[in-house]
């Protein structure tokens, strides 16, 4: 009896990654073990893409900075990759926009490649070659789960096709409940044979957020980022007094696009 053909998935985490830690990485392990253990899907391959510079946020360094630490963190990854798309982008660019133009890009060159291996040792199971083709999903923590609560942060539009086309594999993070989230909000609850919730036994509480205070105010940050991206805050003079002042006081620039922007169907 032949085995079953698994769908091909490919793993997608937007973010600021201001900067990389161990914990954004530890994510896409978590992820691809249990994406593959579902017997459906077999991930080959993963994308951390960093948010533009005109994002907005408070104490966000240069994207030139994100991606050169990311691609350092990840240089003894061979599946997960850094791509610069997002961040080269002159304005914010809502993440399902980022969906769709990663999608086309990987159907293409997926389409295109021929006896393409697994990026799993572990997992000899054939990937599918007739049927579903492959497909993308988002990556995210508990926390970004709950940014769909958030007024005016998500379009309704976008928010019933990142969970409906696409789907989403959360990691459990901290006391987060993200069942809870799921079964509060109507479209995510309706879409949740599509959202995988994935729960991390061995916790990890690292955050970009606490990673920049401590760098500050000259704590160590050894083993909570790899050396690499240390060296490289280091040598560039990033995550200062004054580059938490970067951006202070503005609105973070979903709310305001948002707002400007009227609302379009899925095929624009």
Known sequence: MMPTRRVPLFLLACGSFNPITNQHMRLFELARDHMNSTGQYQVVGGIVSPVSDGYGKQGLVLAKHRIAMAKLALQSSNWVTVDEWESQQPDWTETVVTMRYHYGRILKEFEQSTGMHNSSSRNTTPLSTSGPSLQLKLLCGADFLNTFKFPG???DDHVEEVVGRF????VSRGGLQPEQTVHELDTLFGHRQNIFLVREWVR???SATEVRRALRR???????IP??????IYKH???TKDSEKI?????????KK???QPVKSLDD
């Open 153 to 155: 942060l998500w379009r």
């Open 218 to 224: 000259g704590v160590s940050v050894k083993y909570l």
């Open 258 to 260: 948002q707002v400007q």
């Open 237 to 239: 003079n990033l995550y």
């Open 247 to 255: 951006n202070e006081g503005r609105v973070l620039r979903p709310l």
């Open 204 to 206: 990890n509480e690292t």
């Open 167 to 170: 789907g989403l594999v959360c």
């Open 227 to 232: 050396d690499s991206v240390i060296e490289y």
